[in-house]
């Protein structure tokens, strides 16, 4: 009977265990993902971790995933090399909203900051087929789904509320993060081990055999 209560209070300290390490794991999981989707989408597009921060509230709060518009902002740096050459529908669209993508040296303009002009301006035009038009010849397929997002309100504002209020994504915040995924993965081997020790000192399989004899 002592051996039965000693692997059944055993069974429930690995349990306790478990769950509360899990519960900690599983919430600092999602910030770490949350992190991580953001950084690695701003090193794709070139675009500022606190931009893509602001729009993907903007996303979330008209219904859309995040997801749904990273293509399009992946593709923008192209799009910009593309506009920069001249004679296609990329570059003309550019010049119809008067927005440079090269600077006064002729490089290309900030990924972040020809993104901010692009959406203010379209922001400001009236919601018609035009404007749609050069959403689709600027930011590609998914260039309406981002106008949809903003609903008319300035991406600045959804950057600052998600800066004020949302998850930090800034350069630490990433560190952070891969810290994180590491950490993880250490606290999995620590407690595989943690659950090999008790079962150990109870007596292992002799006493899980014994128990499952007086079942």
Excluded: H, Y
Aim: hydrophobic residues 45%; negative net charge; glycine residues 12%.
């Amino acid at each position: 009977v002592g051996g039965l209560v000693a692997v059944m209070g055993a069974g429930a300290l690995v349990g306790t265990l478990t769950a509360a390490t899990r519960a900690a794991f599983n919430f600092g999981q999602q910030i770490a993902d949350l992190r991580n989707d953001i950084t690695d989408a701003s090193t794709r597009s070139g675009i500022a971790a606190d931009t893509l921060q602001g729009l993907r509230l903007a996303a979330e709060g008209s219904g859309l995933s995040f997801s749904s518009l990273t293509s399009s902002l992946d593709m923008f740096g192209r799009r910009l090399s593309e506009a920069a050459k001249g004679g296609n529908a990329t570059a003309d669209a550019f010049e119809k909203l008067k927005i440079s993508v090269t600077d006064g040296e002729g490089n290309l303009r900030s990924a972040d900051d020809v993104l901010r002009e692009l959406l203010s301006k379209l922001n400001q035009m009236p919601n018609d087929g035009e404007r749609s038009a050069l959403a689709v010849d600027t930011l590609g397929r998914s260039g309406t789904k981002l106008l949809q997002a903003l609903s008319g309100s300035e991406l600045e504002d959804f950057v600052t509320l998600a800066r004020e209020f949302g998850v930090n994504v800034g350069p630490d915040a990433a560190t952070s993060a891969g810290r994180w995924q590491r950490a993880s993965a250490e606290l999995s081997v620590v407690l595989d081990g943690l659950k090999g020790e008790i079962f150990d000192v109870i007596g292992g399989a002799g006493a899980l055999f014994t128990f499952t004899e007086n079942i």
